[in-house]
């Protein structure tokens, strides 16, 4: 995160929209493809695990069916 705050400071803006829509561009990379190019894909998967919301499986599972009902 820190060495990401050198490249903003600084700049406008403008300029800070103007980067953000350039990377909307399909021809650029995305941001996972400039991680991996940063890091390697190794270590950008293990960070991206990391810095991942953890949602145990049974309430993700649960979360898909729906609210649960009890009728009486």
Same mark, same amino acid.
């Given at each position: 995160?820190?060495?990401? =705050?050198?490249? *903003?400071?600084? =700049?406008?803006?403008? #300029?800070? !929209?103007? $980067?953000?829509?350039?990377? !909307?561009? %399909? &021809? *650029? %990379?995305? $941001?996972?493809?400039? !991680?991996?190019?940063? !890091?390697?894909? #190794?270590? &950008? *998967?293990?960070? /991206?695990? &990391?810095?991942? %919301? ?13 609210? /649960? /009902?009890? &009728? $009486?």
């Amino acid at each position: 995160m820190s060495a990401e =705050l050198p490249q *903003t400071q600084g =700049l406008s803006g403008l #300029e800070l !929209l103007v $980067a953000h829509c350039r990377n !909307l561009d %399909p &021809a *650029t %990379p995305n $941001a996972r493809q400039r !991680l991996d190019a940063a !890091l390697g894909p #190794e270590l &950008a *998967t293990k960070l /991206v695990f &990391a810095l991942s %919301p953890h949602v145990p499986r049974e309430y993700r599972e649960r979360d898909l069916r729906g609210p /649960v /009902v009890f &009728a $009486a």
